[in-house]
């Protein structure tokens, strides 16, 4: 007992930068629920449009957050494990949305998914589809720019996951798709469930890409933030009102799954 | 790890919402400012200007700079409303020029500009991109189309948010035409309006008809009945606490001299 107290004490010199760190990260949080409008809380709420951002917002994190899981899970274990050459070149490429500034990001999705462009053209013609100013294109928007903080935390998960329980796997007779279910996937699941925590924050607070690829209309394409940047030109107090609104239920959200879900991930 | 996790989506909130704040110029105007005895105008002269002025704006500041070689002039382009919420905040300005006059109200209203001036007007137009996908044409029969007989039924039309000026007066001349449930996209400037009209993203978009000057012949532009006459005013304010008030003044002077008029009607600006 006495040993493990400690093992957590913090040495003097992590102490302070910890305390600023801890302070730069929550004043503007502060400033943000001192300055709210308290008064207006429920007419700003129930103003037209608030829920229906709100909801589309959650909405289209989760389905971004789907997507991201289905394709990202996958790649970083081709990332992490496969001795494939060309395999850094390939990680470089695939954190590429992370440097890029989303807006950068928004317009290159235009070039691609565009009525004009490579691949829109041709599902313009051929199926009559067209992605721009679609709540699918939200979705999309948002998980260019979330999927690499899926695939980073999960390689890293991989790579610090002891595969030598992989090799045993294997030579108990486990095929490799089994192996990478029943041993590998357990294994790394709290690093997926913070992966994936981390790309449903990153896309419910998706701007960028969004504003660009998408458009901004209210119930298809107008996010949470999108409805925040425009109020703030208008009404400060309503922009501050929406802000903590969004914070309000994504605090909710994470609290609540925590305990089902990010709880094993604690305690692993 | 589980704290940092929680606390990300405040950070990206938060970074949302401040972003505005990050456009101001940090820096203080240059200190001493132009003293009254001398005729030479000195220091920084710091200009808050609405987006659609980017260019007529940094033409008419080198002038400036150039008939008084101790003055440097800055700007700090964006939508007016984006400024004038800067401007409330105290960011350190001189001068403010405004796409419409509720912006600039917005300051006056709080004492916060001396006296303004209008200086320039503007029109929409309807922006079509080169290839016009939706097959835009002017109605037979000649004279000028109202904005209903050119917009086809099923267009994809881009126009600005309604919370900026150019957004205000779109839905304004949209209302008017029964055509209010014809947009696709609200942008959050005419700026970028335009850029979908160029990308070709949009089948069409309302812009000023000063963007149309200023893209060079990269989209086709009809006028409108509703919209060619000039219908937006441009106010320009000195600001009650502006760190530079002689060069401001100097500016504004400019801006209503023969000289600065004619560079606005050459960018396609009308007279106030």
């Excluded at chain 2, 101790?70 to 350190?92: D, K």
């Excluded at chain 2, 916060?112 to 016009?132: G, I, K």
């Excluded at chain 2, 109202?146 to 126009?159: H, I, N, R, S």
Aim: proline share 7%; aromatic share 6%; hydrophobic share 50%.
């Amino acid at each position: 007992m006495s040993r493990t107290r400690e093992g957590t004490r913090v040495p003097a010199p992590l102490l302070i930068p910890a305390a600023i760190g801890v302070l730069f990260l929550t004043l503007p949080l502060a400033g943000l629920l001192i300055r709210t409008p308290w008064s207006q809380l429920g007419t700003q709420l129930t103003a037209p449009g608030v829920g229906q951002a709100l909801r589309l917002s959650l909405v289209s994190a989760t389905l971004a957050t789907g997507l991201s899981l289905l394709l990202g899970v996958p790649l970083a274990w081709v990332l992490a494990r496969s001795r494939a050459r060309g395999r850094t070149v390939l990680r470089a490429l695939v954190t590429v949305p992370l440097m890029l500034p989303p807006v950068v990001g928004g317009v290159a999705l235009f070039l691609v998914l565009g009525r004009q462009g490579i691949v829109g053209s041709w599902l313009d013609q051929a199926f009559g589809l067209t992605i721009p100013f679609t709540t699918t294109a939200v979705v999309i928007a948002e998980t260019f720019v979330a999927m690499p903080f899926l695939v980073i935390s999960v390689e890293g998960a991989l790579r610090a996951a002891d595969a030598r329980f992989e090799d045993v796997a294997a030579t108990l007779g486990a095929g490799r798709w089994t192996t990478f279910r029943r041993v590998t996937l357990p294994l790394v699941a709290p690093g997926i469930a913070a992966g994936a925590v981390l790309c449903w924050a990153r896309a419910l607070g998706e701007f960028g890409a969004t504003i660009t690829f998408a458009g901004n209309f209210p119930g298809t394409t107008q996010t949470m933030p999108l409805s925040v940047y425009l109020a703030l030109q208008r009404d400060p107090d309503a922009a501050i009102v929406l802000s903590v609104l969004l914070l309000g239920v994504s605090l909710a959200t994470l609290l609540l799954l925590r305990d089902r879900w990010l709880g094993r991930a604690g305690t692993a | 790890m589980r704290v940092p996790v929680l606390l990300l989506p405040l950070l990206l909130a938060l970074s949302a919402c401040t972003a505005q704040d990050a456009d101001a110029p940090p820096e203080e105007a240059a200190a001493g400012s132009a003293a009254p005895a001398a005729d030479e105008l000195s220091g920084t002269l710091t200009v808050f200007a609405a987006a659609s002025l980017t260019d007529v704006f940094t033409a008419l500041g080198e002038e400036l700079e150039a008939q008084h070689p101790r003055l440097e002039v800055e700007f700090n382009f964006a939508g007016s409303s984006a400024l004038a919420g800067q401007i409330a905040q105290g960011a350190p300005a001189d001068v403010f020029a405004s796409a419409d006059e509720v912006q600039m109200d917005r300051l006056t209203g709080e004492a916060l500009v001396e006296s303004t001036d209008v200086f320039a007007q503007n029109a929409m137009m309807l922006a079509v991109p080169v290839e016009n996908p939706a097959g835009i044409a002017l109605p037979g029969g000649g004279g000028v189309p109202t904005l209903a007989t050119l917009l086809p039924d099923d267009v994809t039309m881009a126009v600005c948010a309604p919370e900026v000026p150019c957004g205000a007066l779109s839905a304004q001349l949209l209302e008017a035409a029964g055509l209010a449930d014809v947009p696709d996209t609200y942008e959050e400037d005419v700026r970028a309006v335009l850029t979908k009209v160029q990308l070709g993203e949009v089948d069409a978009g309302l812009v000023y008809v000063t963007d149309v000057r200023a893209s060079g012949g990269s989209v086709l532009a009809f006028g409108f009945r509703e919209g060619i006459a000039p219908r937006n005013a441009y106010p320009v304010g000195v600001l009650e606490d502006a760190p530079n008030p002689a060069a401001a003044r100097a500016f504004t002077d400019l801006l209503l001299s023969e000289e600065g008029q004619r560079v606005l009607t050459d960018a396609g600006f009308f007279e106030p």
